[in-house]
């Protein structure tokens, strides 16, 4: 008799689900700031007052090809991986991508 596989290892089809427009919160519009009397069409929805969101059922980390090593972001400052502020010095940071893969953060 075959072995079933374990449930949790199918493959799931994705599921699309209509959610209300977190900008909104289902408005479709948004008050102007500058005038409480006028509403703004959401960016968000575009006036609909949903969105629809794609689930993907999560069954681990998808590998990227050509990634060697991982940091943690800069907050929005822009800076080479092993570039060091001031110094002209340069020294690996972050951690390997073996390391991320197997639950470690830098």
């Known amino acids: 008799m075959a072995k079933r596989p374990h449930p949790n290892t199918l493959p799931l089809p994705p599921q699309v689900l209509t959610v209300a427009c977190e900008w909104c919160t289902g408005a479709g ?4 700031r500058a005038d409480v009397t006028v509403g703004v069409l959401c ?3 575009e006036g609909r007052g949903s969105r629809q969101l794609t689930i ?3 069954s681990g980390r998808r590998r ?9 972001s ?5 800076m ?7 110094t ?3 020294k690996p940071v972050g951690i390997s991508y073996g390391d991320f893969l197997r ?4």
């Open 29 to 32: 519009i948004i008050i102007d």
């Open 43 to 45: 960016a968000g929805c």
């Open 56 to 58: 993907q059922p999560f």
């Open 64 to 72: 990227i090809d050509g990634i060697k090593r991982v940091r943690r």
């Open 74 to 78: 800069g907050g929005g400052v822009w």
């Open 80 to 86: 080479s991986m092993n570039q060091l502020p001031r």
């Open 88 to 90: 002209g010095k340069t």
């Open 103 to 106: 639950d470690k953060l830098p």
